[in-house]
């Protein structure tokens, strides 16, 4: 089955602070995620993706960590920043579907100062 | 990464009329792009799977023939709306992949319908 959000969750992070996003995925069959950050009124922008045979992947400020077993995906944010006020998704795609993603539900993070 | 352009970015048209969005992988060639729909506050719901060359792929409960896509070479995708009414507003995106993995987005375009 496909997860899709009717409403988006909220995450409030003081600047400075690091934020953690988590994302329940749908089908064990997934072997690729992505992490997407969506800006108002803008496509959204990838961030960050890991393959399913890995569990942790870094890149600047960000990490991502999967857990097949309960079928998880979590994005952290080290020293959150006011740029960094978005909604962000978390994606899944399956090899032979050719790149067809499934979205997550999404979280509205805002930063404060 | 890969670049995207889509457009126009925002749109405003009358009631009955009909609405053309592009879609252009612009350095690479994508063999398939996908149009999606997003309502405010929502996630993104996939539409289609457009293959260059092919028909589209259409998801449960969306009208073909409202949405008339249009795969004509590697690089682009057009996304017909056609008679459109108020219920069609919407924020539609496309996104375009070379190798199946990675997806990339266009910049979206606000319809808005009166």
């Known amino acids: 089955g496909e997860s899709v959000g009717l409403h988006l969750p909220t995450l409030s992070v003081q600047e400075g602070d690091n934020s953690i996003i988590n994302c329940a995925y749908s089908?064990?069959?997934?072997?690729?995620f992505i992490w997407y950050k969506q800006e108002s009124g803008k496509g959204p922008q990838f961030i960050i993706d890991i393959r399913s045979n890995m569990d942790k992947r870094q890149g600047q400020r960000v990490t991502v960590l999967l857990n097949k077993t309960v079928k998880h995906l979590s994005l952290q944010i080290a020293a959150t920043q006011p740029g960094d006020s978005a909604v962000y998704f978390c994606a899944e795609i399956k090899t032979d579907s050719w790149g067809k993603l499934q979205f997550g539900a999404g979280t509205q993070v805002v930063v404060t100062p | 990464g890969a670049v995207v352009s889509q457009h126009p970015s925002r749109v405003i048209c009358k009631s009955g009329t009909s609405v053309k969005i592009e879609c252009r992988s612009l350095d690479f060639q994508a063999t398939t792009m996908f149009w999606y729909r997003q309502f405010p506050k929502q996630s993104l719901m996939l539409m289609a799977t457009s293959n260059e060359g092919s028909k589209a792929t259409y998801e449960q409960g969306v009208e073909k023939d409202k949405f008339l896509i249009n795969h004509a070479s590697l690089t682009l995708s057009t996304l017909t709306v056609t008679s459109a009414h108020p219920e069609d507003s919407s924020f539609y995106i496309c996104?375009?992949?070379?190798?199946?993995?990675?997806?990339?987005f266009g910049q979206g375009t606000r319809l808005t319908v009166v």
């Open positions: 089908n064990s069959a997934s072997d690729y």
């Open positions: 996104s375009a992949t070379e190798q199946g993995w990675s997806a990339f």
